[in-house]
């Protein structure tokens, strides 16, 4: 599976790394054309990626998916509100 992120700030890319060490299967992050593909669990690998430019999250892991779709709604809800 593959789910779209973009990343704020250095304490939302630590809180997304915790996520992929809870993980019951890899998890990894991409740029936009898959050329770099790194272990999420690595934060220093992490750091090779652009985070000023969407990110690919490809993991099987339901866990790590279901998290991320909750991060995403809590992102929509703060933006309707602040409309």
Known sequence: MVFDIK???????ATFQQLALQADKPVYIANEDDTIRVDARSFLGLFTL???KPLKVVTDSLYVMRRLEIRQRERENTTASIR
Do not use: P, R, Y
């Open 7 to 13: 990343f704020d700030s250095i304490a939302e890319l």
């Open 50 to 52: 652009d985070f000023s």
